[in-house]
């Protein structure tokens, strides 16, 4: 089975612009009518809605629990869209202080992806970095890696990081934890729904929390596109050729 042409039936998202571009510099044929398209490709997050009239058709979407194919679930995905992740999350720090990455103390939570990633961006730029995590492994790999590393009880403890950035999908800043950082502290959640913070005590508190979901549809839609583009074409020559 050949894809060779496609359809966008829903251009709700300016990174898919960029795929299209990419597919068609590819040798893809876009077709404006779907019905004659080899394959749909849908945004991220796709909706349940958007797959109707495409139940005989091959799918691509990002994030979900459908039929079709699920690029975001792709491991060299995953790995470069957490690259942009954390340069989006360098300038969402940059954007929000008045301090610099050099010399500065930097918390990380976890130690996924997005947070291996984000340690060597800061690093490279000179700030001194702290990594928070439960596992052994991942302590292990921080310290290899030239982070110091603390546990999440030390969180409870009085600190001094210019910014923390929090990659832990589930609370882990809670009122102990919050009257513990440091009063001019930049806490920068970078974690999925839910998120790690309490965020209603951390507005009582006035301290400086920023949104740093989505990040590189923020910062980066035209490299966003493109690797959703890299990632589809990637797929289709390993298992449709």
């Known amino acids: ?21 990419y597919l068609v510099s590819r040798g893809y044929d876009y077709l404006e009518n779907s019905n004659n398209a080899d394959f749909i490709l849908l945004p991220i997050p796709a909706k349940e809605y958007m797959f109707k009239g495409f139940e005989d058709k091959c799918v691509f979407y990002g994030a979900g629990d459908y039929k079709g194919i699920d690029y975001n679930k792709n491991k060299s995905f995953l790995l470069e869209n957490s ?13 929000n202080s008045i301090s610099s990455i050099y010399n500065s103390n930097v918390l990380i ?15 490279s730029l000179g700030a001194r ?22 546990y999440f009880d030390d969180l409870k403890n009085n600190n001094n990081f210019d910014v923390a ?26 974690a999925s729904f839910p998120g790690g913070v309490d965020t209603l005590y951390a507005k009582s508190k006035g301290i ?14 035209k490299s966003a596109g493109i690797l959703i583009g890299k990632t589809v074409d990637q797929i289709i020559k390993e298992d449709f050729s």
């Open 1 to 21: 089975m050949k894809l060779n042409s496609f359809n966008i039936p829903y251009m709700i998202d300016e990174r898919l612009d960029f795929a299209k571009d």
């Open 83 to 95: 690259f942009l992740t954390a340069e989006g999350a360098i300038a969402l720090y940059k954007e």
């Open 109 to 123: 939570t976890g130690y996924g992806r997005i947070a291996q990633a984000l340690h060597k961006a800061l690093s």
């Open 129 to 150: 970095v702290t990594v928070c995590s439960r596992s052994e492994e991942s302590r292990v790999l921080s310290e290899f890696n030239g982070a110091k590393h603390i």
């Open 165 to 190: 950035f929090n990659t832990v999908p589930h609370i882990v800043f809670t009122k102990q934890e919050l009257d513990a950082l440091g009063k001019d502290t930049v806490l920068i959640d970078l």
């Open 208 to 221: 400086k929390l920023i949104d740093g979901k989505k990040l590189p549809s923020r910062y980066s839609k």
